[in-house]
């Protein structure tokens, strides 16, 4: 299992590019890098997932370096709705179907 | 398209009582997660079952955790006897099933807030 490490917290203003960055040094040739967005009292929803180079999608970017170790989320122009807790996820359970969650990085956006 | 249902959203109760969760998944998804999740930390996986079978309980604590997902659609998870340190919230999430490398993309219902007192 792919260990990964992103700041625990971030603080942001309206308007501004928010980048999440996430450290995952030892992640498996065929692991995909998933991105979860959780807001308070509610379940984790899915942001964007990618491989390799870059994904866009109409919420975020994924942009990853060629040697994969790495991983950062871009959210453009962050509102104060973007408040919330994001998670990094790579690699997966035992039965090879689940990722693992760890602490997220807390997002926090003020106006 | 209906998201994923949990009951109750709320419970309450005193240790060495039992609760029951239930999940109703998104149609036709074959994958079905209960998770755990302690306040200020990360969900963490507890069972993991493809259709009715379980693939995955290596983190459930089966002497006092159960669950059981009857007919490969509704799933029911069981705590008896509760602990304090089992206050949390229990997340279910449902997938469909690919296959591949690819991690199938979660969705995840509301969660049920356990207290116990």
């Known amino acids: 299992l792919a260990k990964t490490t992103q700041p625990i917290s971030m603080d942001s203003y309206e308007g501004q590019e928010v980048n999440i960055t996430c450290s995952h040094n030892?992640?498996?040739?065929?692991?995909?890098i998933t991105w979860y967005q959780q807001f308070p009292s509610q379940g984790p929803r899915f942001i964007i997932q990618?491989?390799?180079t870059k994904v866009t999608n109409e919420v975020a970017s994924l942009f990853i370096p060629a040697d994969r170790k790495s991983s950062t989320l871009s959210l453009p122009r962050v509102s104060l709705s973007d408040t919330a807790v994001y998670y990094c996820?790579?690699?997966?359970?035992?039965?090879?179907?689940?990722?693992?969650f760890g602490k997220g990085t807390t997002l926090s956006v003020s106006s | 398209e209906a998201g994923v249902a949990q009951s109750p959203r709320y419970k309450i109760i005193e240790k060495r009582q039992s609760v029951a969760f239930w999940c109703n998944p998104i149609?036709?998804?074959?994958?079905l997660y209960w998770y755990q999740q302690i306040l200020g930390q990360g969900p963490k996986l507890l069972i993991q079952?493809?259709?009715?079978?379980?693939?995955?309980d290596s983190q459930l604590p089966k002497d006092r955790f159960s669950a059981e997902r009857l007919k490969g659609v509704d799933s029911t998870l069981k705590i008896q006897p509760a602990k304090l340190e089992d206050s949390a919230v229990y997340l279910c999430?449902?997938?469909?099933?690919?296959?591949?490398?690819?991690?199938?993309?979660?969705?995840f219902g509301p969660g049920t807030r356990l207290t116990v007192t």
């Open positions: 030892n992640i498996a040739t065929n692991d995909y």
């Open positions: 990618g491989y390799k």
């Open positions: 999430a449902s997938s469909f099933y690919r296959g591949g490398d690819r991690p199938n993309e979660q969705y």
């Open positions: 079952f493809q259709n009715n079978g379980v693939v995955d």
């Open positions: 996820l790579v690699g997966v359970n035992q039965a090879g179907t689940a990722l693992i």
């Open positions: 149609s036709g998804h074959a994958t």
